[in-house]
Every structure is written in structure tokens, then in C-alpha cells.
């Protein structure tokens, strides 16, 4: 939490546990916004995080489309 994100988990990476993501302040996809988030997942897939990502949004247009910059990160060999 914070705006200085990169700070923010580098300085508590090997305490993170939980992470949940969401948009600011649309809550919408994350593929959009203030944060690169597959600069993101690549700094948790670097620091070994395992655990689950938790995802709050509200789609801008349905679900279907909405979870389809999920499959654009696993096809560049990123998880979401």
C-alpha cells in the first residue's frame, strides 16, 4: 500500500505474504493505470512469491473480456 510501490516491496519483500491487486481508482482490469503490473509479477515471480494473487475489479465490459489480459500475461510467461 502506498504510492511508492517499488520502495514499498523491496523494503517488506521477504514479508509479503497475501497480495491483492486492484486499479486505482476504477477498480477495473489491471492492465490499465498507475502500476505496471508485469514489471509487478515479475519482481513477485524474482522473489520466489508462491502464494495466491487476489484480484479486486469491476470489468469494463463482462468478465469473459475482463479476465483476457490474464491469458496476455501467461502467454509472455507471467503468471497473474
Known amino acids: 500500500m502506498g504510492s511508492d510501490i517499488r520502495t514499498t516491496f ?6 509479503i505474504g497475501h ?6 481508482p476504477e ?3 489491471p492492465d490499465d493505470g498507475e502500476l505496471n503490473y508485469p514489471w509487478v509479477f515479475r519482481r513477485l515471480d524474482a522473489a520466489g ?6 484480484w479486486e475489479y469491476i470489468p469494463c465490459d463482462d468478465t ?3 479476465l483476457a489480459c490474464v491469458a496476455r500475461w501467461r502467454r ?5
Not at 512469491?49 to 487476489?54: F, N, T, V
Request: charged content about 40%; overall charge positive.
Open 76 to 80: 509472455r510467461g507471467r503468471r497473474a
Open 64 to 66: 469473459e473480456a475482463g
Open 49 to 54: 512469491h508462491a502464494d495466491w494473487i487476489g
Open 27 to 29: 477498480r477495473h482490469e
Open 10 to 15: 523491496r523494503a517488506g519483500q521477504d514479508r
Open 19 to 24: 497480495i491483492r491487486i486492484a486499479v486505482v
